[in-house]
């Protein structure tokens, strides 16, 4: 165009561009062609053509692959006897873009024919790219990847590079980022028709949504008692709107107040993340008696935060939880003195974290009052004074004159019923009249008779005179029987089946004649009586063997009668 300069004063709405597509051939003058999207104009030392994407005079076309957006144009101008004519094709590609989770590749062919017209004579002299307009000289510092052959041009750019833009995105309730990048490409070479051509497209480039759901990382330490919860990775255009502990939610400041503290922190990938720190104590913070010994703590957090430029409101639900073994099982001691059994066991948990029981009863204040104990508190302990001959007491050796007895309490779990602990006291006692009922039907009475004048105590017997002491001295005498023995009689009462018998004399008769008989010794007689609730069965053998579970004695009652003299 230096060579005819008359042109280079001409308005540029002199010239005409004529269009050439599959529907034919259009010519139309500049200033109509700005009115459909086109822009044109001259410099001292070119023509400049800007045509809008899939126009009406243009055409798609696939070269190596890649779709190719065509406008093929001829700008001319004339006056007088001269015609120029200037060949304005343009073609650009419209796709060639791909993605990884981790890049993205862009993908322009090497050789256009629109452009090349005798692609036998082509000589690629030089390939250059650039970010942002600016020409990246190494690409490889910056782990961009350019290459090239015979057919494509590639430029591969790592997700989150420099030069590009991370944005962060909510889509479907997702949280995720969006990557873009403004790249450029300019390819020169050499061809018989044009020499030296310099082929520059530039491209923006944006990711499709990629999720990234943020993660909850607890980096909780027990022996602190303190939640220490991460909440991330986010971009920087992400803030805390308000933070849910316990279905409660709370702005920053007002979590601040309320004593928990929330801070953000940097991640090395320059990407953030919000600190939550909750203490175990905290009434927010759900507290679970689990296993033996130990408390699960679980922080119920609901998180609300801002997203991008447009604020969009992103919510993340996340439930941590801290097992420490925090609880102390309680250890009981007991004593006794000569009538009683006595157990001191620690009040701390009780009713929350476990309960007493009296085999598979709830021991609680009306049970015991009910089966004679004598409950009593104080600022640490239960204490329980249990009598001898009440109910729940088990006779674990009976002989004559001498007992050795034990008391047990199962301490169990209030929601699973475990037995944790079997709280026991055990000791040996003397008494000189007792009776016991055995769980299996085995009764035991040592019985003590005070008669005028004294009888001997080895001619006593029971309703069945086979039946005689299995031990005895002067004053006492020791039977053992089983109730389906020894003339034992049986009857039911209420709730209670009872079991009879009576320890009687065996009378010595004094010589004579007539028909009263006359004895020295006194008429004596001792009911003896067992009771059993009828909802018990009667168990074979001694003892069972879990004291918690074991069957519970029945209750015995002596009922003496004698006189000083009998005639019959």
């Known amino acids: 165009m230096s060579a005819l300069p008359e042109t280079q004063n001409v308005a540029y709405q002199v010239w005409q561009l004529m269009f050439v597509s599959p529907s034919g051939r259009k010519r139309i003058m500049v200033s109509d062609a700005a009115k459909l999207g086109y822009s044109f104009n001259n410099t001292l030392s070119r023509v400049y053509l800007r045509a809008p994407y899939h126009s009406n005079e243009s055409d798609v076309s696939t070269v190596s692959g890649v779709n190719m957006n065509m406008v093929t144009s001829t700008s001319m101008y004339r006056q007088r006897w001269l015609l120029l004519l200037i060949d304005t094709t343009v073609s650009c590609p419209v796709d060639g873009t791909s993605f990884t ?8 062919p090497s050789v256009i024919p629109t452009l090349v017209v005798q692609e036998s004579t082509f000589l690629s002299k030089n390939i250059l790219m650039g970010v942002d307009g600016q020409v990246i000289v190494n690409p490889e510092e910056k782990n961009y990847l350019l290459e090239h052959n015979k057919t494509h041009i590639g430029i591969t750019i790592p997700i989150g590079a420099e030069g590009g833009k991370l944005k962060s995105s909510v889509s479907g309730g997702v949280y995720g980022v969006i990557y873009s990048i403004d790249l450029f490409l300019e390819h020169t070479w050499t061809d018989a028709d044009w020499q030296t051509t310099k082929y520059t497209v530039i491209k923006s480039i944006t990711t499709p949504f990629m999720p990234q759901i943020p993660t909850v990382i607890n980096t909780t330490l027990p022996e602190e008692r303190l939640f ?10 992400v803030s805390l709107v308000t933070v849910a502990i316990g279905n409660v939610p709370f702005t920053p400041r007002e979590a601040q107040h309320q004593g928990f503290k929330i801070y953000e922190t940097p991640f090395s990938n320059r990407t953030k993340g919000f600190i939550l720190e909750v203490s175990f104590d905290d009434p927010h913070v759900l507290k679970e008696y689990v296993n033996r010994n130990e408390t699960k703590y679980t922080l119920l957090v609901n998180y ?3 997203v991008g430029p447009e604020m969009t409101l992103y919510y993340h639900a996340a439930e941590v939880e801290c097992v420490v073994a925090d609880i102390e099982i309680p250890e009981a001691v007991g004593h006794c003195d000569e009538e009683n059994l006595y157990l001191a066991i620690p009040t701390f948990g009780l009713h929350h ?12 204040q009306h049970v015991a009052i009910t089966n004679g104990y004598l409950p009593a508190t104080n600022s640490t302990h239960l204490i329980l004074q249990i009598p001898l001959f009440s109910v729940g007491v088990v006779y674990e050796d009976v002989s004559f004159q001498k007992i050795k007895a034990r008391f047990d309490v199962a301490l169990r779990k209030v929601r699973t019923m475990e037995t944790l602990q079997m709280f026991s006291i055990s000791c040996n006692f003397n008494s000189s009249a007792f009776i016991i009922c055995h769980p299996d039907g085995t009764i035991m009475v040592s019985a003590q008779m005070k ?9 006593t017997k029971l309703r069945d005179s086979s039946c005689k002491p299995r031990e005895y001295n002067e004053g006492h005498a020791f039977f053992k029987f089983h109730v389906t023995t020894c003339g034992t009689s049986v009857r039911f009462e209420g709730d209670y089946i009872i079991y009879e018998n009576e320890i009687s004399y065996e009378k010595e008769i004094l010589p004579g004649q007539s028909i009263w008989k006359i004895t020295r010794d006194p008429d004596y007689r001792l009911t003896v009586l067992c009771y059993y609730r009828a909802k018990e069965t009667l168990v074979l053998g001694a003892f069972a063997s ?7 004695f029945g209750s015995g009652t002596m009922v003496p009668r004698s006189n000083t003299c009998t005639e019959g």
């Not at 974290?353 to 609680?364: D, I, Q, S």
């Open 304 to 306: 609300t935060v801002s």
């Open 353 to 364: 974290y476990w309960n007493l029981y009296l085999g598979n009863k709830l021991l609680n």
């Open 546 to 552: 879990d004291p918690s579970t074991s069957p519970l």
């Open 451 to 459: 008669t005028v004048p004294a009888i001997d105590m080895s001619k």
């Open 101 to 108: 989770d981790t890049t993205l590749t862009w993908t322009v």
């Open 228 to 237: 220490n919860v991460a909440f991330g990775h986010f971009l920087p255009d």
